[in-house]
Structures are given as C-alpha cells and as structure tokens.
C-alpha cells in the first residue's frame, strides 16, 4: 500500500504544476481568401483570421473570455470532446446548456481541463462554424505514453471551404425549392486554412502530427506520399500505435500519427488531402477534391508534383486499440434505438429524423428546463417533443443502435462523452440484427465521432457518469440544421444538486434576447406538462406526397409564373402593323 503522506504529496504536485490559462477573444468579421478564388467575410477573433490554436496542459482550469463584436449574429463556443464533467453549462450549444450570446454581449467560459489530446473549439450555434469560427485545441500531457517516441509536434487541420456565407447557404438549403435535400458543396479543400502548405521537416526524426478536420461537410481522405504513419491518438484517446499508408477523417474528427521522416534530405514529399465525393449529391463541374501540401527536407529542392493513386484505402479505425485497456462495458441498462432517415414536411422542406423526430430547439435552453422543473425533470416530456430528450440515470450502463436508414455518409457525435465501437456493418448491410453479428472486441476502439455507413448501422456503448445535457448528433453541419439531433437528459436530479448557480452573464445573454430561462421547453413555470406553445416542427406531408411529386409541383409552378410573365409581356408589348405582300 501506498503511504498516505506520498499520496498527498503527489496530489500538492500536480496542483502546484496546475495553472489558469486565459484567452481574451473579440469575435469580429473579417476578409479572408484562403482558397484564392473569392474574397469573402469570415469570422475572425481579435481582427484575425485563422483564428487562434488553444493550448494548455492537463490539469490547467481554461478561461475563455468572449466578447461577440459581429454585430448582425448570434454566436456560442462549444469546445469539441472536451467533457465537461460537472460543468454542463460551459459546453456551449445555443438553446441546450446556454442562450445564444448577442451582439455587444460577452460571456466567459471556465473549466479544468483533465483530458490530454487534440480537440477543437467552434461556434454551436444555427451552422455559424464554417463561416471561419473554429480552431484547434490542444491539450498537453506530461504522462503521454508514446512522449518518448517523437522528437516535435506539428498540428495539422483539414477543412473545406465555402464562397457564401452560411446564413445565406442555410436558407437555400432548407427551402421547398431543394426538397430532395441536396447540400451544398464547398468550393475547396484547405489544410491550415489555405492551401500548398508547406511543412519544414528534418531527416531522421520522429514528428507528432495532430490531424483536425475542422470543416462543415467533407469527410478528407489524407496520405502522405513514401511515408508511413503510426496512428497514436483518436479523439483524445491514446492508441496502440497502427501503421497507416492513408487515414480517412470525417468532420469533427481527430487523429494523431508519428511519421519519421527519411535520412536522406536530398528530396521533398507531397502529402495530400482529398474530400470525399461520395457525400455530394452531385459534383460541380471543375470543382478539384484535392488540397495538397509538401514535407520540405530542403528549401532548395522542387515541390515534387503529387502522384495519382489507384484506390482510396485508408486504415479502418475499428481496429484501434486504446492504450488504457478499458474493457468492453458490460451488458447495457438502457439501449436507445435511432433510426436515421431523411424526408420532407408539410412547408415542402426535406428535414433528417431520428425516429421520425426532427430536432427543434426549444423555448428555454435544456439545462435551464432540467434545473427548474425539480422532480419532474426526470419526465422527457417537460423538454418538449422536438427536443428528443432521453433521461439516463446516473452510471446506466447505454446502448445506442444506430441504424442509418438513408444512402449517405453520417458521422456522429457525443457531448460530455466518449464511446465504445462494439459494431459497425459494412455498407448496404441494414438495419442491426443482434442474431447476426460478430462478438465485440475486448477492448473496444473509442471515441466521440464515429461514422456510421450508408445504409448500415454502428453500436456504441457508454456510462452515464457525467451528469449534464448532451446532444447527440450528425457532425455534417447541413444534418445539424435540418434536425439530425437528440438529446441525453443525464441524472437530472443529482446536476440540480451540484449546480449550484448558473454564472450572471450567462442569464445575462438570455435576458438580453428576450428568453426565459425557467420551465419547460415552452417556458411554462405552473403546469410542466402544458407544452402549449412549444417550439414545433412543421405538420408532416399530406398523404401522397413524394419528393418527386414536390419538385414537379415546384417546376410547374415556375413553369407557369414564367407563362405568365411571357403573357404579360405579349400582352404590353407594342403590335406591329401587318406587312403588305408584294406585287407579282
């Protein structure tokens, strides 16, 4: 046994070593033109764009100062894996554990970081992040287990990259005119937010690269040319090192590889990043996929021009095994089925749907409902319909089944945890069966994204033992906005009892925007279970109705509005005098 003296000195070091990093951050616009091809507005902090990369050591509380100087948005800052453990109202969602925050209005974000590894941070409110609000988060680790297998880091993120803005592209997206749904497609990739990067490298040493896929839409496939990678990290999750020749990152996720660069310096190297096309309902015409980048050995060497490849193979993630050797969970308490489909409502509008549910956010921010509804914050009802609410009770063992009913590409995310992978099907596979499937690994691959195939399924297990709101949802920010969302309700009542105050400029922003932070999800204080006037979704399709029957609906609408037009102009239009024939 250890001797209690030691333990106790042990826990004064580590405090001592703890320290309170503070970022001051003025949210502003700005003009950037990373691609090349459109100068555009961008949200930058502090009059900049890219914004700045966080970075502070396990252990260290994070203080992150926001001022919104926008002056025509809303906006929040979610720090992406990061579990908040006890502290649910610093995750950052609009309308889930906060308000949006206005413009002039500032709230400040504090929180001790005890997990190392590589995350993000971004605005979680209406889709805003593409728009430029989003960076790197890098938690440093004294106790990494592979710290004495690289000699230097490098952080490297992965985006794609729109000309519009979002607020405009939102609006055309989620219109009767586009009732299949189609997103729109980015007009380029970018690695550190532009693009022929190049990263300076030596001969004969070992380099941590933190891969970030920072972007709204585009899963990345990304490879570097004569060089092996060893995956180390997923997600904030140290792994058995894996060699990899190519890696597939969908949106939100993070891996971390070492790669050893060769002895010789006599030559540069391409690497590359390539968006995965898969994912566009069509490909616009000369849109080029790729972004690519060189490992510069020597300065006076050419760029080499990147190779063609056969195939796309990456590594398959599935595969990983965590370095802490945390065994499967065992057999869930609680399992939440969720059938992923897309369709369209009464407005005309294709909306995506967890079990025929699309999200809606509510009247009173989650948390604000969950804390002021006492004992009846353990109904799901008090959240509303819209919000999709799931209550866990604290230290259920859960299960999701996540059985993707439609032919794209999802990956999903979860707030205030991470996940074990005990299945994931191959594509076109269905729904999941429980009689047909393999035994899950013993010691499951984690992490907070997970992709799950088209037409196929994925299974994740977790331990409720963070009380808190946590969304669960589709990282492609087009599935985000158009309702591919639920939300876990977890331990109401014990987060009543350990949250002792939500902090003034939080109900601050609330009040500033007119939303009431008690009651349930329709700000009803008297009767929880009168949800009049609740945030709703549209009324559903009249029967019969199919996306082919709206879109013709729609062309022939404009078809006549254009005969109409043409009408109208005959109609005004000055006649000509008939034209005499001539004489034989």
């Known amino acids: 046994m250890i001797p209690i003296s ?57 203080v992150v100062n926001m001022h919104n100087q926008l002056g025509d948005q809303d906006t929040s800052l979610h720090f992406h894996g990061l579990f908040q453990n006890g502290t649910t109202h610093m995750d950052g969602p609009a309308m889930v554990t906060q308000c949006p925050v206005g413009p002039g209005q500032s709230m400040k974000y504090e929180f001790k970081v005890d997990q190392p590894g590589t995350y993000w941070y971004h605005s979680h409110n209406k889709g805003q992040y593409p728009d430029g609000l989003r960076g790197p988060l890098i938690v440093h680790d004294n106790k990494d287990p592979h710290k004495n297998l690289y000699d230097e880091e490098i952080i490297l993120t992965l985006s794609d990259w729109y000309h519009e803005q979002l607020s405009v592209l939102n609006k055309q997206f989620l219109s009767y005119v586009n009732p299949t749904g189609a997103e729109p497609v980015p007009e380029s990739a970018l690695m550190n937010d532009s693009q022929n990067i190049t990263l300076a490298v030596k001969p004969g040493k070992t380099y941590l690269i933190r891969m970030v896929n920072m972007a709204a839409f585009a899963a990345q496939y990304v490879w570097f040319e004569d060089h092996t990678m060893q995956v180390v990290e997923v997600d904030g999750v140290y792994t058995e090192p894996k060699d990899a020749k190519m890696l597939y990152l969908t949106a939100a996720q993070r891996v971390s590889v070492l790669l050893t660069t060769k002895k010789d310096a006599s030559k540069n190297f391409a690497f590359q990043g390539s968006m995965d096309e898969d994912l566009f309902d069509a490909v616009p015409e000369g849109l080029n996929p790729n972004v690519t980048g060189w490992l510069m050995y020597s300065d006076s060497a050419p760029k080499p021009t990147p190779k063609e490849i056969a195939e796309f193979d990456p590594m398959d993630d599935f595969e990983l095994v965590p370095v802490d050797g945390h065994e499967l969970l065992p057999e869930p308490d609680l399992t939440v089925t969720l059938d992923v489909t897309m369709n369209n409502l009464g407005d005309g509008i294709n909306y995506a749907f967890f079990n025929d549910i699309t999200y809606v956010r509510p009247k009173v921010p989650t948390l604000y409902t969950a804390l002021t509804t006492g004992e009846m914050a353990t109904n799901p009802a008090v959240y509303g319909v819209n919000a999709h609410a799931f209550v866990l009770e604290h230290n259920q063992i859960v299960e999701i089944v996540l059985n993707n009913m439609d032919p794209g590409k999802h990956p999903f995310h979860l707030h205030g945890h991470n996940f074990q992978v005990t299945h994931r099907s191959v594509e076109e596979a269905g729904a999941f069966d429980p009689k047909n499937t393999t035994t899950p690994p013993k010691v499951p691959m984690r992490r907070d994204v997970v992709l799950a195939p088209p037409n196929g399924n994925v299974v994740l297990r977790f331990r409720a033992d963070n009380a808190g ?116």
């Open 469 to 584: 709101i946590w969304l669960f949802h589709c990282h492609l920010e087009w599935h985000l906005v158009s309702g591919l969302v639920t939300t876990f309700v977890e331990a109401p009542l014990m987060l009543q009892a350990n949250q002792s105050k939500i902090p003034d400029d939080h109900l601050a922003a609330c009040k500033h925007l007119s939303i009431p932070t008690a009651g349930n999800a329709a700000g009803n204080t008297k009767d929880l279970l009168d949800l009049a006037g609740a945030n709703l979704s549209p009324a559903p399709l009249p029967e019969g109705f199919t996306p082919r029957g709206i879109v013709a609906l729609v062309f022939s609408i404009i078809a006549a509005f254009i005969g109409c037009g043409i009408i109208a102009w005959y109609g005004i239009s000055e006649v000509a005098p008939p034209v005499s024939s001539a004489a034989s």
């Open 6 to 62: 030691i333990l106790l000195s042990s826990l004064l070091w580590a405090t001592a070593l703890a320290k309170t990093v503070t970022y001051d951050f003025n949210i502003t616009w700005v003009q950037a033109n990373p691609d090349n091809k459109f100068d555009r507005r961008t949200i930058g902090i502090n009059g900049k764009w890219p914004i700045p990369t966080i970075e502070v050591n396990k252990g260290d509380t994070l």
